[in-house]
């Protein structure tokens, strides 16, 4: 593959963010519709150095902000969602190294993000009790580490250099395994059959008896005890997504409205777009929109004072400000799907347009985990001081 480009500043980053959106959007719809994977897309994003921006910059990185990263994801979801959410994982494990790796491990994985070398993910499993049950194994035997297990929902793990395995080991402590994808042993299936994001490649990876070094194995629970931001910091990248799902909405909306929908015989008008309830719902909908950049930008600068000084305090901050944007993104990326098509008219439903992607994917990807939750643990830190559990979903 291409070495990849060295990114340094913010501002580069997002400079790069906006080209490659440019680039990606006019295929998007194509890819959705046929459910052709993205194979030459993610090469091209992974080369533009965009997939390195979180390491330190003691080893070469630009660390960027964390509302940087999260306007980049944004940028790309809007463009295309699929390809918004294949680095989401990449992303976090890469600051989990940063997080819970030793020297050793920093160096090496670092340099192989620097290099344009892609992090898959095989955390989550099915048909568990629930989603934070690892049956996953690590075992260590006469003949040293072996791997086994099932995994799904595997985002990127098709596209990846490595696919870190969530497992438990045996004294039944949680370890991730960063497995190389052309591992012995190590299979990735391309079965995701989701109707939204279905270009992602979120399938099955299975490990068995893969030959595991010592160096590949993490300690999977330092990753929230002592408190640290690795919960947060993947949830603004959720919210990320949704609202680059909002904004693709809204764009394919204002178009709709200017130029092809039809305007209600009882509003008088002669247009759809001088349709007075049509611009009262509009305008709450570009109020949303604003709300929802406004609250992740927020939190990504609670998230960035967290990162230099991981107190509970700060970490619990953190959590509440990146769950508030949450909520928002969620519904702002439903509601601006489902009113594309409502004011688009009947004509918006025509498989041709494939305008209900935007809805298929934002109702796929904001079930990622249950929004439902976020306001009560908003409103009991608020009104109790309640610190939220710590985990990746929150």
């Known amino acids: 593959m291409t070495t990849a480009h060295l990114i340094q500043t913010d501002a580069e980053a997002l400079d790069v963010a906006r080209s490659l959106a440019a680039e990606f959007a006019p295929t998007a719809s194509e890819r959705d519709r046929d459910r052709r994977l993205p194979h030459d897309e993610v090469e091209r994003f992974s080369a533009s150095g965009l997939w390195g921006i979180v390491v330190p910059r003691a080893f070469g990185g630009a660390a960027v902000s964390h509302a940087t990263l999260a306007e980049v994801i944004a940028l790309i979801s809007e463009a295309d969602p699929a390809l918004g959410q294949i680095p989401q994982n990449h992303h976090c494990l890469v600051d989990a190294v940063r997080l819970i790796g030793s020297p050793a491990q920093q160096d090496f994985f670092f340099r192989e993000a620097l290099q344009g070398k892609r992090f898959g993910n095989a955390v989550s499993e099915s048909g568990t009790p629930n989603a934070k049950v690892v049956t996953a194994r690590l075992s260590d035997g006469p003949d040293g580490l072996r791997l086994n297990g099932r995994k799904f929902y595997c985002t990127g793990a098709l596209f990846a250099h490595w696919v870190p395995v969530a497992a438990k080991d045996k004294d039944d402590r949680q370890v991730l395994v960063y497995v190389p994808r052309d591992a012995p042993g190590l299979e990735v299936l391309d079965d995701w059959s989701g109707f939204g994001q279905r270009t992602t490649a979120s399938g099955t990876v299975t490990a068995e008896n893969v030959v595991i070094e010592s160096q590949q194995v993490f300690p999977r629970a330092q990753l929230f005890d002592p408190p640290t931001i690795h919960g947060p910091f993947a949830q603004i990248l959720h919210a990320a997504i949704d609202l680059g799902i909002g904004r693709a909405a809204m764009a394919d909306l204002r178009t709709w409205v200017r130029d092809r929908a039809r305007p209600w015989p009882d509003s008088g008008v002669a247009r759809a777009a001088d349709d007075p309830l049509t611009l009262a719902k509009l305008g709450e909908l570009v109020i949303q929109q604003h ?76 079930v990622h985990d249950p929004v439902r939750w976020k306001p009560h643990a908003i409103g009991n830190h608020w009104l109790n001081g309640a610190t939220p559990q710590r985990h990746a979903s929150l």
Do not use: C, M
């Open 291 to 366: 709300a929802a950049e406004a609250l992740l930008e927020r939190s990504g600068r609670y998230l960035d004072a967290a990162r230099e000084d991981s107190t509970p305090a700060r970490v619990t901050e953190a959590s509440i400000a990146v769950a508030e944007a949450k909520v928002v993104t969620t519904e702002f990326a439903l509601r601006a799907a489902t009113t594309l098509i409502e004011l688009g008219g009947t004509q918006a439903t025509l498989a041709e347009h494939n305008l209900d992607r935007h809805w298929r994917n934002a109702r796929t990807h904001t």
